[in-house]
């Protein structure tokens, strides 16, 4: 297995002060991981300082949104080329964006072009709604999701991306990510063996195998391990949990102890 990657979004939490604060909290406590890619995704006012900051011996930066136009009238806007020196990534088609902004499939496939345009590696999100999933229509959802946010890709643009999957009822509302909300392992399991075989069907073996898919949604320190147990995942996309920079540097080192530990019985 490759690097296992950790992603924080900190969704529109912070001002720049209190960002700065964090990313030097968690520069102190998290040291320089082979093993581990440690991705940190603040509001897109904090990109910019936060990047002067960053020691990149041991972050990356992800911006959580951006416009699919690269320049012109779009008051509020922010384009992928003008994030394309900041961030090595961003985060597409976030339940979030699709519900409260309004973003609808073909406005992700639009994003998800514009950002390889960009030389910028998207992180898609998918995941079915709790009704979706009552009415068992969880894989016509992933399988809606995905054709129209691959849809413009190549086999290798492919392989080179995140898929993260989010089921949307295991989200946290920022405050109680308890258990009660996480999803078991068999249902991740189901849904990335699913992603998997899409990206094998419709592209190829090597973009199927070479895809990183995270599981999102109420990630806490307890849970990493369990989770890299399930096949297929790679690492982990997550909210709540990563504003603590205890959370968040015990998220990073369990995935280290893991990589570690998955070492040794290869060895
Ligand atoms: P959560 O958020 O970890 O707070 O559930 C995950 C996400 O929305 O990316």
């Known amino acids: 297995m490759g ?60 911006a959580q949104n951006a416009y699919f136009v690269d320049e012109g009238p779009f008051t509020g806007g922010v384009s992928f080329a003008m994030l394309r020196e900041l961030v090595h990534y961003v985060i597409i088609g976030h339940s979030e964006r699709r519900r409260v902004f309004g973003e609808d499939l073909e406005m992700i496939k639009q994003k998800i072009g514009a950002c390889v345009r960009n030389d910028i590696t998207p ?9 979706e999933r009552e009415q068992g229509e969880t894989k016509q959802v992933l399988h ?33 990510f ?6 078991k392992p068999q249902q991740v399991a189901e849904a990335v063996d699913y992603i998997r075989r899409y990206v094998r069907d419709v592209f190829n073996d090597k973009a199927s195998r070479e895809v990183r898919i995270l599981y999102g949604g109420s990630v806490v320190p307890e849970i990493v391990q369990g989770f ?3 096949p297929g995942v790679d690492g982990f996309l997550v909210g709540g949990a990563s504003l603590n920079y205890h959370t968040f540097s015990a998220i990073v080192q ?12 290869h060895a």
């Open 228 to 230: 890299l147990d399930v």
């Open 254 to 265: 369990a995935s280290h102890s893991w990589q570690r530990g998955s070492e040794e019985e």
């Open 144 to 176: 809606d999701q995905l054709l129209s946010g691959l849809a413009n890709l190549t086999p290798s643009e492919v392989a080179d991306m995140v898929i993260a999957y989010e089921p949307v009822w295991a989200i946290s509302d920022g405050t109680n």
């Open 123 to 131: 992180i898609l999100c998918v995941g079915e709604t709790k009704h």
């Open 178 to 183: 308890t258990d009660h909300f996480i999803a």
């Open 3 to 62: 690097k296992i990657l950790v992603v924080g979004n900190w969704k529109m939490h912070l001002n720049a002060s209190q960002a700065s604060l964090l990313l030097h909290r968690l520069q102190e406590r998290i040291p320089i991981y082979k093993d581990v890619e440690v991705v940190l995704s603040p509001s897109m006012l904090t990109l910019q300082p936060l990047s002067v900051q960053l020691d990149r011996r041991k972050f990356r930066l992800a």
